[in-house]
């Protein structure tokens, strides 16, 4: 599987970004589909995840309820709508597919190359 993300850019807080992550591979839509992000100086951090089933989704508690993830797998792509962003969600974005455990960054076997949110305050 190859990913490739975009949609990244700079926002001013408060505002909105769509991130995208387009799959190639016909065994994409089997895998379970993660955003991972990593902050300047931090480690990797689980963002969310989506079931290769569609309805289930996973966040982790500082995104709740402003992020959403979401996948079309006719369109191989899955998309993260960021809404209400905040300067501490500045970080390079990455898609990542087919984890051990979906909220632990080094299980996932596949990698994008990663797109740059920024938020200015």
């Known amino acids: 599987v190859q990913l490739q993300a975009s949609g990244g850019g700079v926002v001013q807080a408060g505002g909105s970004l769509r991130l995208a992550c387009t799959a190639s591979?016909?065994?994409?839509?089997?895998?379970?589909m993660g955003w991972i992000r990593q902050a300047p100086g931090k480690e990797r951090e689980f963002v969310a995840a989506?079931?290769?089933?569609?309805?289930?989704?996973y966040y982790a508690d500082p995104v709740k309820g402003r992020f959403t993830i979401s996948r079309d797998n006719a369109e191989n792509t899955v998309y993260l709508q960021m809404n209400s962003l905040r300067p501490e969600d500045t970080a390079v974005y990455y898609c990542?597919?087919?984890?051990?455990?979906?909220?632990?960054?080094?299980?996932?076997?596949?990698w994008g190359q990663g797109t740059l949110v920024t938020v200015s305050s």
């Open positions: 990542a597919a087919d984890p051990t455990i979906y909220h632990v960054p080094g299980t996932y076997n596949y």
């Open positions: 591979g016909r065994t994409y839509r089997y895998y379970t």
């Open positions: 989506v079931m290769w089933t569609g309805p289930t989704t």
